[in-house]
């Protein structure tokens, strides 16, 4: 008697640790109870709202799993290391920030893979999980958070594989891994736009916070995001990389704040081509050799066809302001359409690299601010063929002077809120100009006195006279 018990005891659990459930595929939507009820794999503690999920789980095409945080409230948790796996849809939603709902909880995964219908989710906190996948699969996160995951199992918090999901007010927190990754050997262009990552790649990894490879058929964006390292000598900013050859990738990155990683951004391989637009590259600095990394923005072309082009950004405090390594196409402003990126300060050794153009290719890198108006100094500052004659030629001039600026009429010249919600005022004189990040101009008219302005989100630059001040709209 006592053999039979451990017997069906043994065998209870071999189907335990072995548990799992698909749906059948015929158009049903599936709540949390409705899988306790059906699957086996699921069950529920009513004293503390878990959800415990232990099996695996197939939502298979043509049906949904739909979660609302309004039910009430809701904690969801795997036990050792299932997956949901959708290939039919997901929605998941939280109330509000005040009211996420959870997800995760010290393991398991979540997969989209090939999956029927779009999946959204919102307000969702994932929390100390191996990682969530999304292959060939349309996916929306909007408000949700992705906080302490794991990176034993899978190097990247989300990893994307031919697919363009969309990251909208998302925050990325002490990860062990990446944040987002692409692999080398897929196409994706994900929308990543007014998210925070703070502190990913808590492992040191030798990897940026984002790093995707080739872009699919649509551009790559990144705008209006906060990428913050965590102190970390390893882990980098951003990188966008197309090693194989793959295909034509298209990548914008305009509005960021990208500061204290081992590097800004990181543009290498095969036939990219961005517009690098009103972004802020501060204290990349954290490399401690200087040889392997450190810069602002770094273009690492096979060929010329590895393209850039560059305008108002602010590049400081970085162990390299911009390079450009082997061979590129790089556009930093030209007579027509000045560059108006700030580049000073940047350096290591004791020595000041703003621009080390490290290639053959000639650059165009007019109309710049360098923080100083002495030319010699400007030259000081650039490596290219004036240093080393296989190198090509960096065109500085003209630059943007700073000394020659009318200290009354800066004085009288202010721009408040800033940042801004919504609304700012420009107090001066003359002839006021507002333009976008993108140099397009937005406004145009005298002004004596104080102006009040209303603009949607972004980052604007108000020209009166020879001085130019940026606002943030937020």
Same mark, same amino acid.
């Given at each position: 008697?006592?053999?039979?018990?451990?017997?069906?005891?043994?065998?209870?659990?071999?189907?335990?640790?072995?548990?799992?459930?698909?749906?059948?595929?015929?158009?049903?939507?599936?709540?949390? &109870?409705?899988?306790?009820?059906?699957?086996?794999? @699921? !069950? #529920?503690?009513?004293?503390? *709202?878990? +959800? %415990?999920? /232990?099996?695996?789980?197939?939502?298979?095409?043509?049906?949904?799993?739909?979660?609302?945080?309004?039910?009430?409230?809701?904690?969801?948790?795997?036990?050792?290391?299932?997956?949901?796996?959708?290939?039919?849809?997901?929605?998941?939603?939280?109330?509000?920030?005040?009211?996420?709902?959870?997800?995760?909880?010290?393991?398991?995964?979540?997969?989209?893979?090939?999956?029927?219908?779009?999946?959204?989710?919102?307000?969702?906190?994932?929390?100390?999980? &191996?990682?969530?996948?999304?292959?060939?699969?349309? @996916? !929306? #996160?909007?408000?949700?958070? *992705?906080? +302490? %995951?794991? /990176?034993?199992?899978?190097?990247?918090?989300?990893?994307?594989?031919?697919?363009?999901?969309?990251?909208?007010?998302?925050?990325?927190?002490?990860?062990?891994?990446?944040?987002?990754?692409?692999?080398?050997?897929?196409?994706?262009?994900?929308?990543?736009?007014?998210?925070?990552?703070?502190?990913?790649?808590?492992?040191?990894?030798?990897?940026?916070?984002?790093?995707?490879?080739?872009?699919?058929?649509?551009?790559?964006?990144?705008?209006?995001?906060?990428?913050?390292?965590?102190?970390?000598?390893?882990?980098?900013?951003?990188?966008?990389?197309?090693?194989?050859?793959?295909?034509?990738?298209?990548?914008?990155?305009?509005?960021?704040?990208?500061?204290?990683?081992?590097?800004?951004?990181?543009?290498?391989?095969?036939?990219?081509?961005?517009?690098?637009?009103?972004?802020?590259?501060?204290?990349?600095?954290?490399?401690?050799?200087?040889?392997?990394?450190?810069?602002?923005?770094?273009?690492?072309?096979?060929?010329?066809?590895?393209?850039?082009?560059?305008?108002?950004?602010?590049?400081?405090?970085?162990?390299?302001?911009?390079?450009?390594?082997?061979?590129?196409?790089?556009?930093?402003?030209?007579?027509?359409?000045?560059?108006?990126?700030?580049?000073?300060?940047?350096?290591?050794?004791?020595?000041?690299?703003?621009?080390?153009?490290?290639?053959?290719?000639?650059?165009?890198?007019?109309?710049?601010?360098?923080?100083?108006?002495?030319?010699?100094?400007?030259?000081?500052?650039?490596?290219?063929?004036?240093?080393?004659?296989?190198?090509?030629?960096?065109?500085?001039?003209?630059?943007?002077?700073?000394?020659?600026?009318?200290?009354?009429?800066?004085?009288?010249?202010?721009?408040?809120?800033?940042?801004?919600?919504?609304?700012?005022?420009?107090?001066?004189?003359?002839?006021?100009?507002?333009?976008?990040?993108?140099?397009?101009?937005?406004?145009?008219?005298?002004?004596?006195?104080?102006?009040?302005?209303?603009?949607?989100?972004?980052?604007?630059?108000?020209?009166?006279?020879?001085?130019?001040?940026?606002?943030?709209?937020?």
């Amino acid at each position: 008697m006592k053999k039979i018990c451990l017997f069906v005891l043994a065998l209870s659990i071999s189907i335990l640790l072995n548990a799992q459930w698909t749906s059948p595929g015929n158009g049903t939507t599936y709540t949390l &109870n409705d899988l306790v009820e059906v699957s086996g794999c @699921v !069950s #529920f503690d009513p004293q503390i *709202f878990y +959800y %415990f999920i /232990s099996g695996d789980i197939t939502i298979s095409a043509n049906d949904k799993l739909y979660i609302n945080r309004n039910d009430g409230l809701i904690y969801i948790t795997f036990a050792n290391d299932y997956t949901i796996t959708i290939k039919g849809s997901m929605e998941a939603m939280g109330q509000d920030e005040d009211h996420y709902l959870p997800i995760g909880m010290g393991s398991g995964h979540l997969r989209f893979e090939d999956a029927s219908d779009p999946s959204f989710l919102s307000y969702c906190w994932f929390g100390e999980m &191996n990682g969530i996948q999304i292959i060939n699969s349309e @996916v !929306s #996160f909007s408000n949700c958070r *992705f906080h +302490y %995951f794991h /990176s034993q199992q899978q190097s990247s918090t989300v990893n994307i594989m031919n697919c363009d999901p969309i990251f909208n007010n998302c925050e990325f927190y002490s990860n062990e891994g990446a944040a987002i990754s692409s692999p080398a050997n897929g196409q994706s262009s994900p929308q990543i736009l007014n998210c925070q990552f703070t502190n990913n790649v808590t492992s040191n990894a030798n990897q940026p916070q984002i790093n995707l490879g080739p872009g699919a058929q649509d551009s790559i964006r990144i705008v209006n995001c906060t990428i913050e390292g965590g102190g970390h000598d390893m882990s980098g900013g951003i990188a966008v990389a197309d090693l194989m050859n793959t295909g034509d990738t298209k990548i914008l990155l305009k509005d960021n704040i990208v500061k204290n990683n081992r590097y800004g951004y990181n543009q290498q391989g095969y036939n990219l081509s961005s517009v690098i637009v009103g972004n802020q590259f501060i204290d990349n600095n954290n490399e401690t050799n200087p040889m392997n990394g450190g810069s602002g923005i770094s273009i690492y072309g096979m060929d010329e066809n590895n393209k850039a082009i560059i305008r108002n950004n602010v590049i400081t405090e970085n162990l390299w302001g911009i390079t450009v390594i082997n061979a590129a196409d790089i556009d930093l402003g030209t007579e027509d359409d000045w560059g108006h990126n700030q580049l000073y300060d940047n350096g290591n050794g004791g020595v000041v690299y703003d621009l080390y153009n490290n290639s053959t290719s000639d650059i165009m890198a007019v109309g710049n601010d360098w923080g100083t108006s002495n030319s010699h100094v400007i030259e000081d500052h650039i490596v290219h063929q004036n240093d080393d004659p296989s190198l090509g030629l960096v065109t500085f001039v003209p630059f943007i002077d700073v000394d020659d600026v009318d200290e009354a009429a800066a004085a009288a010249f202010e721009v408040w809120p800033n940042p801004a919600q919504g609304c700012f005022v420009v107090q001066g004189k003359g002839k006021m100009i507002i333009t976008n990040a993108l140099g397009q101009i937005l406004i145009s008219h005298e002004i004596d006195g104080k102006d009040s302005i209303a603009l949607p989100q972004g980052l604007y630059f108000v020209k009166i006279g020879n001085i130019t001040r940026k606002v943030v709209v937020e």
